[in-house]
């Protein structure tokens, strides 16, 4: 390696200097990237009848890669005030070139990463890709729809603007529910009695830094982890005794990834074209609260079964009950890696997989009266 003399180095990055010039061999002696080569090279993804859905948490990826960039940007004529939120994002709209659409990619990616993530999520989970050794895989990824979806809840309130005030007025009023502790959450997450501009600080606070910090972290640690067991065979494949075929992962399989990766921008890329975010009114706190609130479509089957349920339940109030239970079914949701065990040699039972088309069934049906029940509720 590197001589204290400084004559001609003759590290591991010397197959890389012949190919890729001094630079890149320079730097590999002294970072030792090379040892990744090896590894791509190692890596095999079986090719099967389900190999399609291995491609969606690419996609997911690339969202979150579009998102920082996008974010970052915004950042740049961003200002977090009640004063100064809403006409900052008016000037990007109308003055900045392209501002109108680096802010409807940003606005549509969330939603297109947030469905890719539950996209994912379930094909993962009828796949049952969750299995032994990728129990910690699979709760990062459920810890990643959760922090996905808190940044487009605090993102949601950013352009201060009338939907998105009474939104998330709704949504904080939620944990309120939960006797002693609630009132002091709810006041924890406004940074006071109502939405106001604290409220703002603290969401931006939230979707700029922490939310991203911690997704960062989640989807360094999930995708090592892909690299470091590989993709998993269904069990259906496997009862046949296994892939019939494998491609490699460098480059054969990348270059896929990369069509699908070309497939979300162009989806993104006309929707931010024909359907460009719009801003609506200025959020008046002393206005009353228009009719149809609705929450980003990401949460309407929980503000759904919240409406379905009577005030109260054998005594204790439904609200809570409501609450209450969907917090457990996330935990569960985290931990189904331990729930789902068949005992030594068992084939993989049937249960969960009908859990997850009821899940699946439940969330569309409730998803779909948010949107239609509620209009003329
Ligand atoms: C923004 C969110 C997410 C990103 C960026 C992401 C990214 C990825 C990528 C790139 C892969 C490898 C390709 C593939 O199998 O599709 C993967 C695999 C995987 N992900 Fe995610 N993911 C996300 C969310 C989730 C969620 C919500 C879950 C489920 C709770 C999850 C569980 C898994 C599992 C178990 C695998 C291994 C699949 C296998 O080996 O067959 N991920 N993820």
Known sequence: MASPGGGK????????????????????????????????????????????????????????????????????????????????IQFLMAEVKFGWL??????????????????????????????????ITWMTGVGLLFVSMALGFTGYLLPWNELAFFATRVGTEIPGVFPVVGPFIRELGRGGADISGATLTRFYALHVSVLPALAFMLVALHVLLVQRHGMSVPPDIEAQGGPKRTIKFFPQFLLRDLVGWLAALALLAAAAAFLPAHLGVKADPFAPAPAGIKPEWYFMFMFQTLKYLPAHIAGIEGELLGVSAFGVLGMVLLFVPFLDRPKPGAKPGK???????????????????????????
């Open 102 to 135: 680096i802010r409807s990619i940003h606005s549509w990616g969330a939603n297109l990463m947030i469905f890719m993530a539950f996209v994912h999520l379930f094909s993962v989970m009828l796949l049952k890709a969750y299995r032994a050794p990728r129990e």
């Open 9 to 88: 180095r003759k590290g591991k990055g010397a197959g890389l200097r012949r190919f890729y010039g001094p630079l890149l061999g320079w730097l590999d002696d002294r970072i030792g990237f090379s040892i990744l080569g090896p590894l791509m090279k190692k890596k095999e993804v079986p090719i099967h009848k389900h190999s399609f859905w291995y491609y969606i948490g690419g996609m997911a990826l690339f969202l979150f890669i579009l998102q920082i960039c996008t974010g970052i940007l915004l950042l740049f004529y961003y200002r977090p005030s009640a004063e100064g939120a809403y006409e900052s």
């Open 351 to 377: 249960l969960w997989t009908y859990l997850t088309y009821g899940a699946l069934a439940y969330i569309l049906l409730l998803t779909y009266l948010g949107y239609t029940a509620s209009a003329t509720a």
